[in-house]
């Protein structure tokens, strides 16, 4: 949920002043217009929408196959953030919408463009007020295949399909306002057919069995940026317990992947010891549970899906995803996950810290020291595209580029040497305390640091490390 107060305060003054001013006549209907179909991101313009804000998603999705696709009702809570005649949602590829209610009054709509779903409810929607949007929809969804930022949306597997969505892919299985900025809460219950298991994120809230279809339910009850949300149905070796901390952990490994005896408890345990080190480091786990899922998807990456990251491992039977992986995607949980950019361009503050969070792990489980990793990737002859990206602006087909992820990395190992241990890990937790569940800027990053550490000194080290692209000396 983005929040909205000191603006609304402002306009409230302003309207207040005008009453004294120039009241207008009693009669006077206040007016409506069309919310923006985008909003605001420079890298992504048709990614998410202007004039409301989401509180909440509830899904109910019938998986019929493969060849089948999917039956669904999304249901969206949301409240106007301006006087609006019209509004978008965000849904991309080939569904097709069959209703739309509006605070359950039918309500007109439209597609345009490549993901806009244009709806006109009966009567506009004042400023300030909560509405609800039903959205029922089928089809057969369509993974995004980008030729710079590769495959995101649904995507299907030998015995299911699984669900990953950064930058963009949410809007092909929901409608949603997809954009970090509105993070919101969201149900999601998933039909399939019995022999099947479906997971999503966050906290296991039942199954109910009925004919030949099981429906299991999952709530994730902290606000979550639309990327983040998963699905994934297939046949899993699932284990569920709780961390020796005491946050519950469910983790599920496909069984043509594990396939080497103890492999399950080995990811079930390393997943556990990972989130309790990550509250020890960076303060409480955000969620209320954890986990991981395994499976064969030949996407080529891990995703750190909000309370439950996925791991592709196509073609690596037997062998789990590395402590560094793992790490990598349980820190996002609270860089990334809880504290979210709210621009792409601003990228470096999840995969910067999530890469940071593997070299801090690797430090101390008897690996690599953070200052050795650090010495290693410095040594990249300045030519490469670590030193000629800027890490702080990458560029739309540059928000995965390396400098993203080992030059943001090794900005936090140069803010931690200027500062000194003490005060970095002061810094660390409380930039997630104070940003918890919200989203910030690099503008945001550098303003907090500068609690910790002389002004001019710390300009000049951002300004060489993310703002210029070239090697620093
Ligand atoms: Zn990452």
Redesign the pocket.
């Known amino acids: 949920m983005s929040r909205t107060p000191r603006a609304l305060a402002a306009m409230a003054l302003t309207a207040a002043a005008g009453l004294v001013v120039s009241a207008p006549p009693a009669h006077a209907a206040p007016k409506f217009t069309p919310g923006a179909p985008g909003a605001g991101d420079p890298y992504f313009p048709d990614m998410g929408n202007g004039g409301y804000d989401v509180a909440h998603y509830d899904v109910a999705l019938r998986y019929l196959g493969n060849a089948k696709g999917i039956r669904a009702v999304t249901r969206v809570k949301a409240r106007a953030t301006k006087n609006l005649s019209r509004f978008n949602l965000d849904l991309l590829g080939p569904l097709k919408v069959h209703s739309i209610t509006v605070n359950g009054a039918k309500a007109g709509f439209r597609r345009t463009g490549a993901q806009e779903l244009v709806i006109t409810p009966r009567k506009g929607l004042p400023r300030g007020k909560a509405f609800s949007v039903t959205v029922t929809y089928s089809g057969l969804p369509k993974k995004v295949e980008d030729a710079a930022l590769g495959v995101s949306g649904w995507i299907p597997t030998d015995d299911g399909a699984v669900a990953l969505n950064q930058p963009f892919g949410t809007a092909t299985w929901m409608p949603v306002n997809d954009t970090p900025a509105d993070k919101a809460t969201y149900n999601i219950a998933l039909t399939v057919p019995k022999a099947l298991t479906a997971l999503s994120n966050g906290d296991f809230a039942g199954k109910r069995t009925a004919g030949a279809w099981s429906t299991w339910w999952w709530k994730m009850p902290r606000p979550m940026a639309s990327e983040l949300a998963m699905v994934a149905i297939g046949k899993y070796n699932v284990k569920r317990g709780k961390t020796p901390k005491g946050v519950p952990n469910i983790t599920a490994i496909d069984p043509t992947l594990d396939t080497a005896p103890g492999q399950g408890a080995a990811f079930h345990k390393l997943t556990a010891d990972v989130t309790d080190w990550g509250s020890k480091v960076f303060g409480r786990y955000p969620f209320g549970s954890t986990g991981g899922i395994v499976d064969a998807l030949g996407v080529g990456y891990a995703l750190?899906t909000q309370g439950r990251p996925v791991y592709d491992r196509k073609g690596r039977p037997g062998v789990n995803p590395s402590s560094g992986l793992v790490a990598?995607?349980i820190g996002?949980q609270w860089f990334?996950n809880s504290v979210t950019p709210r621009y792409w361009k601003d990228i470096w503050l999840?995969?910067g810290f999530?890469?940071y969070t593997e070299w801090l792990h690797s430090e101390q489980h008897g690996g690599d020291s953070a200052q050795k990793t650090f010495d290693e990737v410095y040594a990249t002859p300045a030519t490469e595209d670590l030193w000629t990206v800027k890490v702080s602006d990458p560029g739309r087909d540059g928000i995965y580029a390396h400098a993203v992820?080992d030059r943001g990395a090794m900005t936090l190992h140069v803010l931690r040497k200027t500062i000194g241990d003490k005060k970095f890990f002061q810094l660390l937790r409380s930039w997630y305390a104070q940003n918890r569940d919200g989203n910030v800027t690099t503008r945001d990053f550098v303003r907090h640091s500068k609690r910790f550490g002389d002004d001019d000194k710390l300009d000049t080290l951002f300004k060489k490390w993310l703002h210029t692209p070239s090697k620093p000396a």
């Open positions: 750190e990598h995607e996002h990334g999840n995969e999530a890469t992820y």
